[in-house]
């Protein structure tokens, strides 16, 4: 069954901070794939769906960290949730690209744009208000221990940088004693 994949105006919002990630329109790549039926074998409530293309799409902003790595935390624009950022560090250029949508609540054949980023994937930020479980919560920290967007002044929220992690509550009454010490500062 074909599925139409619907751009929403919060959508062209939230994805104004991705578009210069992308070495071509964002729009057009999605609408291209929608056109070839790539996403008609959908059938979940919510989709994650990496994608694997021939040639360079963009660059992933997502990069690895340790404990040489300069750390801040902001709020991007048109976001209510701190991210991790990494200062002085570049992307690389990707031939894979993320896609997350959502199924309408009205149309089980029409899917919502969440959010779309060049790259393979990444876990939920821990503010994330869509983390429902414990466990998928510890996911996230640990995932974030080692991961950070490159720093770029230009998506965020200046006023709300910040040193210092904003969700060290989060660690309270989870079972992370097994693992290392997370997010300094």
Wanted: aromatic share 12%; proline share 4%.
């Amino acid at each position: 069954m074909k599925k139409k994949i619907i751009i929403s105006n919060r959508s062209k919002i939230h994805m104004e901070v991705h578009q210069n990630d992308f070495l071509f329109d964002w729009q057009e790549m999605l609408e291209s794939y929608e056109q070839g039926g790539y996403f008609n074998h959908l059938s979940k409530q919510s989709e994650k769906l990496i994608i694997n293309t021939p040639e360079p799409i963009g660059i992933s902003s997502l990069i690895n960290t340790d404990e040489n790595s300069e750390i801040v935390y902001a709020k991007r624009k048109e976001r209510n949730i701190y991210t991790r950022f990494v200062k002085n560090r570049k992307g690389s250029i990707t031939n894979s690209f993320v896609v997350i949508l959502s199924k309408s609540r009205n149309n089980n054949n029409q899917y919502l744009l969440v959010t779309m980023f060049p790259g393979t994937g990444a876990y939920k930020e821990p503010e994330d208000p869509n983390i429902l479980t414990k466990r998928e919560l510890i996911e996230s920290l640990l995932f974030w221990e080692n991961h950070a967007l490159v720093f770029d002044e230009s998506t965020i929220d200046y006023t709300t940088i910040t040193p210092v992690c904003p969700y060290k509550d989060l660690y309270i009454g989870l079972p992370l004693n097994n693992f290392r010490r997370l997010f300094k500062g």
